[in-house]
């Protein structure tokens, strides 16, 4: 990811609210051929020292079938982004585009039985205890998770680097930074959140 200085980000709880909000991102490898997978991600901080990313995939999936240990992999996640027109501008200019992004590139550990049992029920815990009737793992019975189990490819990615981008019109004067803000505020959710975005910054 090219990241110009003036966007770059060394912001580790930024990364974290990109990753726990963004987390339906893509596991990109280039053992064999380029491959991406989208896949739920986690970040695992119980040794906050020694944090990395945990995911699965279908052992169906080609990418399951050339990963190993040691292989090189990147997590790619895409934050808030949105359209900035550069009819906001008062002067002529280009559009653009206002994001922000994680790369994680990381070596690969396959999980082992117990870690993939732990990964999917961190996974289901987090997603199933908003839900009216929610079904934890534990209530599925064992035999049929084993079942299920089966068809996991479960890996853990340990971080070898880490780029935060956060670019949100830096590069702008003061009147069309504040103007973009107003225009923005006006349209959808992402963009109301890229508005929210670019007030913390200049604070």
């Known amino acids: 990811m090219f990241i110009p200085k003036l966007y770059k980000s ?14 339906f991102a893509l596991l990109i490898s280039s053992v064999d051929k380029i491959r991406a997978t989208h896949s739920m991600m986690m970040l695992n901080e119980d040794d906050p020292e ?22 090189e992999v990147l997590c790619d996640f895409l934050g808030a982004h949105t359209y900035i027109s550069s009819s906001w501008y008062d002067h002529i200019n280009v559009s653009t585009w206002n994001y922000e992004a994680v790369q994680i590139h990381g070596k690969v550990e396959v999980m082992d039985h117990d ?81 929210e975005k670019m007030k913390q910054i200049k604070k």
């Open 50 to 71: 020694n944090a990395y990313i945990e995911t699965h995939i279908s052992r169906a999936n080609p990418q399951a079938k050339t990963l190993q240990n040691g292989d």
């Open 10 to 23: 060394e912001d580790y709880h930024l990364m974290r609210e990109i990753i726990k909000e963004n987390s």
């Open 115 to 195: 870690e993939l049992y732990a990964h999917l029920d961190k996974l289901t815990s987090k997603y199933e205890s908003f839900q009216q009737c929610p079904m934890m793992v534990k209530d599925m019975g064992n035999a049929f998770v084993e079942k299920e189990m089966k068809g996991a490819f479960g890996i853990k990615v340990i971080p070898t680097e880490i780029f935060i981008k956060q670019k949100l019109s830096q590069n702008r004067k003061e009147t069309d930074f504040n103007n973009i803000i107003s225009q923005l505020e006006q349209a959808d959710d992402n963009a109301r959140k890229i508005a």
